[in-house]
């Protein structure tokens, strides 16, 4: 308690947060405030309207930059997989369309043979 005390910088004379009530224990003196975000105790002494500000989006969901980074990080991965993708697969057609077309008809009916047989 005394550890706790010296980070509040309270005291037992005088107290200001915590309370011995002798044979008992102790009391809090404050009325706590319940927050969800970790670590940071200047948003928590500002008001309301600061705290949206200053947490990324305001609404139902409330992300901090850091998971607003991440989740656009994610979806210009998902678009540039799908356009190296989109690359790749015109780049196979064209390369199937310079192939005469009785050779291919060939190759995918040995195919078929082999995966029949």
């Known amino acids: 308690m005394n550890k706790l005390r010296m980070a509040l910088g309270d005291s037992s004379d005088k107290p200001l947060y915590v309370e011995t009530i002798p044979r008992r224990g102790y009391c809090l003196l404050i009325q706590p405030e ?36 991440v989740v656009l990080g994610a979806i210009g991965l998902i678009l540039a997989g799908i356009l190296i993708g989109a690359g790749f697969m015109k780049l196979w057609m064209s390369h199937a369309a310079t192939l005469p077309t009785h050779s291919l008809a060939l190759l995918v009916v040995r195919i078929l043979e082999q995966a029949l047989l």
Do not use: C, K, Y
């Not at 002494?45 to 409330?62: K, L, N, T, V, Y």
């Open 34 to 69: 319940v927050s969800n975000r970790a670590g940071n105790h200047a948003l928590a002494a500002s008001s309301p309207s600061q705290a949206e500000a200053h947490s990324g989006i305001a609404g139902p969901f409330r992300f901090s930059r850091t998971d607003l980074w």
